[in-house]
């Protein structure tokens, strides 16, 4: 948690003091500065004064320019230079909401920090947008190689990529190159990371594109599909739903997750009730579908041969494998003991 010295709500209404009562309770209500924490829209406070919201703008716009150039705010210059220390030392660019919790927890004080961010003329916000949340910076130049670093990375990532965290790091570690060497600390990439919505991590601390359902996991398919890859080799679909009630906290059924499992064409069934992920390489359909498959790449082969790649592909017994091979329909046997497919 960031030091600071002062006291948000002291130093507030302190500099809410060299208001007139209007403006000091436009200002209250405005950024939820009085007992409530709640915030009045423009609207609602020119109803109470019966004014037009756009006249509310003008008297907030106004208190600002006020407050700015009064004995009160030069007063304050420690606390205004005691929020810079914090945002350089948090990596000079943060998301608000990393900002106002690590100078505190309480949430009451957060409005209050708000309006000296607001107020300190060195402190620059960007409004959260489709690629970025709400972040405070001191710094252009600095927001600017961030905020390009992190595209790059972005640009980098396929929809389906999903990479531990000490590999996303390195990677972003690589286009933040010539932002200075104080800010390349393992916990300051993380925050500048967490700036984009564009790029984010999976529940089991992997990361990829914010859009791919293997960060942002929706359903039981998806969750499904987190569990097996990271078992990392084919898992029993009961084992599965245990698993997903384990590590993403949800009701899984078993005869649910089944269904799940057999609907979605990521997932091959390679033995009884046991799944593995189609990526890894495994050949869908049955155990005749798959020597038939394994003929096709191959050519002609002998039994055993055919059962050692199968077994590659599929938790059979041998003799399943063997009785497959005996119909007619589907394979013939030459007379130096090799199948081939009918034709």
């Known amino acids: 948690m960031a030091a600071i010295t002062f006291k948000p709500k002291q130093v507030t209404k302190h500099l809410l003091s060299v208001l007139p009562e209007r403006a000091r309770d436009v200002?209250?209500?405005?950024?939820?500065?009085?007992?409530?924490?709640?915030?009045?829209?423009?609207?609602?406070?020119?109803?109470?004064?019966?004014?037009?919201?756009?006249?509310?703008?003008?008297?907030?716009?106004?208190?600002?320019?006020?407050?700015?150039?009064?004995?009160?705010?030069?007063k304050e210059k420690k606390a205004f230079d005691e929020l810079e220390a914090v945002i350089h030392s948090l990596g000079g660019v943060i998301t608000e909401e990393d900002l106002l919790n690590h100078i505190t927890k309480e949430k009451s004080t957060h409005n209050h920090l708000m309006i000296l961010l607001i107020l300190g003329e060195s402190f620059k916000k960007k409004k959260e947008d489709e690629h970025y949340k709400h972040r405070w910076y001191i710094d252009e130049e600095l927001s600017d190689k961030v905020h390009s670093s992190l595209q790059k990375l972005y640009n980098n990532l396929s929809d389906d990529d999903l990479i531990s965290e000490q590999d996303v790091i390195s990677a972003f570690l690589e286009h933040v190159k010539e932002v200075s060497d104080e800010y390349k600390k393992e916990e300051i990439l993380k925050r500048?990371?967490?700036?984009?919505?564009?790029?984010?991590?999976?529940?089991?601390?992997?990361?990829?594109?914010?859009?791919?359902?293997?960060?942002?996991?929706?359903?039981?398919?998806?969750?499904?599909?987190?569990?097996?890859?990271?078992?990392?080799?084919?898992?029993?679909?009961?084992?599965?739903?245990?698993?997903?009630?384990?590590?993403f906290k949800r009701k899984a059924h078993v005869a649910t997750t089944h269904n799940e499992l057999i609907k979605d064409p990521r997932f091959v069934l390679v033995g009884r009730?046991?799944?593995?992920?189609?990526?890894?390489?495994?050949?869908?359909?049955?155990?005749?579908?798959?020597?038939?498959?394994?003929?096709?790449?191959?050519?002609?082969?002998?039994?055993?041969?055919?059962?050692?790649?199968?077994?590659?592909?599929?938790?059979?017994?041998?003799?399943?494998?063997?009785?497959?091979?005996?119909?007619?329909?589907?394979?013939k046997k030459d007379k130096e003991g090799r199948y081939s497919l009918v034709s």
């Open 273 to 331: 009730g046991l799944y593995a992920l189609s990526e890894w390489g495994y050949i869908s359909g049955v155990v005749k579908d798959v020597i038939k498959k394994v003929l096709e790449q191959n050519g002609p082969l002998t039994k055993d041969k055919i059962i050692e790649k199968v077994l590659k592909e599929r938790y059979v017994k041998e003799n399943t494998i063997m009785v497959n091979l005996q119909n007619p329909k589907f394979f």
């Open 27 to 74: 200002m209250i209500n405005r950024y939820g500065l009085g007992k409530s924490p709640e915030r009045m829209t423009l609207e609602a406070i020119g109803k109470k004064y019966n004014i037009t919201r756009e006249r509310v703008r003008q008297i907030e716009n106004h208190a600002i320019l006020s407050i700015r150039k009064s004995k009160e705010y030069q």
């Open 192 to 247: 500048w990371l967490a700036l984009s919505k564009a790029v984010s991590r999976n529940p089991l601390g992997e990361w990829g594109k914010s859009t791919s359902p293997n960060v942002n996991a929706k359903g039981m398919r998806d969750y499904a599909f987190l569990v097996i890859r990271k078992h990392g080799s084919p898992i029993h679909f009961t084992e599965v739903a245990k698993q997903i009630e384990k590590l």
